[in-house]
């Protein structure tokens, strides 16, 4: 607590506390599907975005399910803090334009230099996460 005493956080608004406590609609879910991006990595659960959307219909309903219970109980489902961590290129470092023979001797230093990692979440808990934000 003393932590945070130090900091002045900035405190939410009622109008933005009321926002963020409305009921989740089946026509929120339906417009994240909608925007969801087609060509990213997948979740642990390995559903694609455009997986989410051929099957919108079907899975709208339960993702509501699942999302009004979230609300109700106040605890999320063990998958939304699940991630797979991989390594992906750095800007300006994609080695794969670089010659082969160059790379092999360096390969363990390229791996640490030249990637960075990246936490890969459920498609499921992203959506949540969006909902709330907008």
């Known amino acids: 607590d003393k932590f945070l005493e130090t900091y002045k956080l900035p405190k939410l608004t009622q109008k933005e506390v009321k926002k963020l406590n409305r009921p989740i609609t089946s026509k929120d879910i339906e417009s994240v599907i909608k925007i969801l991006p087609t060509n990213k990595s997948l979740g642990p659960d390995g559903f694609t975005g455009e997986f989410y959307q051929t099957f919108k219909e079907e899975l709208t309903p339960t993702l509501h399910k699942l999302f009004q219970k979230i609300e109700k109980e106040?605890?999320?489902?063990?998958?939304?803090?699940?991630?797979?961590?991989?390594?992906?290129?750095?800007?300006?470092?994609?080695?794969?334009?670089?010659?082969?023979?160059?790379?092999?001797?360096?390969?363990?230093?390229?791996?640490?230099?030249?990637?960075?990692?990246i936490s890969l979440i459920n498609i499921d808990a992203k959506n949540l996460n969006k909902i709330l934000v907008n």
């Open 74 to 117: 106040g605890k999320l489902i063990n998958s939304f803090s699940e991630a797979r961590i991989t390594l992906i290129p750095k800007p300006d470092k994609d080695t794969t334009k670089r010659e082969r023979e160059r790379e092999r001797e360096r390969e363990r230093e390229r791996e640490r230099t030249h990637h960075r990692p």
